[in-house]
């Protein structure tokens, strides 16, 4: 699929033309300063892509619960994270890109750090950029050092025209 770019995406190319060690940090600096928040828990950006974009979270105190766990809050925001990124490597700069609906089921107690995986069909991407508006289930699977799932998301993400008529 031939992937039109925007200002996200373009940020995500010149990262990538980065030696492999330094990727990650960049696109994690960068991403950061488009969503402030992110630095907050300490974030990281693995993977980048239009189809698929990886995010991870170290158990460290200050992402904590009251049993030394990854917090249930941290836990949604790196699904809402991976899944919102992958959106808005697609979302053309002409729209705006909405969290619509978000719900987490929490199945079983984290262990250790965190993984989230959020990927697109190529079928939702081309709507992005042919409807004026519209929204979109984002898949994203959320894992911990057993390779196990705790918590099982769902992520509604919407588009809409920047400027209303």
Same mark, same amino acid.
């Given at each position: 699929?031939?992937?039109?770019?925007?200002?996200?995406?373009?940020? @995500?190319?010149?990262?990538? =033309? #980065?030696?492999?060690? +330094?990727r990650s940090f960049v696109l994690t600096r960068l991403f950061g300063r488009l969503v402030p928040?992110?630095?907050?828990?300490?974030?990281?950006?693995? @993977?980048?892509?239009?189809? =698929? #974009?990886?995010?991870? +979270?170290?158990?460290?105190?200050?992402?904590?619960?009251?049993?030394?766990?990854?917090?249930a809050a941290a836990m949604a925001l790196l699904a809402e994270t991976a899944s919102g990124f992958v959106v808005g490597m697609n979302v053309p700069d002409s729209k705006l890109m909405l969290l619509k609906s978000m719900h987490v089921?929490?199945?079983?107690?984290?262990?250790?750090?965190?993984?989230?995986?959020?990927?697109?069909?190529?079928?939702?991407?081309?709507?992005?950029h042919e409807e004026d508006k519209g929204d979109v289930a984002v898949e994203v699977v959320v894992t911990d050092e057993s390779g196990e799932s705790p918590i099982r998301c769902e992520m509604i993400w919407a588009w809409v025209p920047k400027k209303r008529d």
């Open positions: 699929m031939d992937y039109k770019k925007n200002s996200m995406s373009r940020i @995500a190319d010149k990262a990538a =033309r #980065l030696p492999e060690g +330094l928040f992110l630095g907050t828990a300490g974030l990281c950006f693995e @993977a980048v892509g239009h189809e =698929r #974009l990886t995010v991870s +979270l170290q158990n460290r105190r200050k992402v904590q619960n009251h049993i030394k766990g990854v917090h089921d929490y199945l079983k107690r984290a262990q250790g750090s965190m993984k989230a995986t959020a990927t697109l069909t190529p079928h939702q991407i081309s709507r992005m």
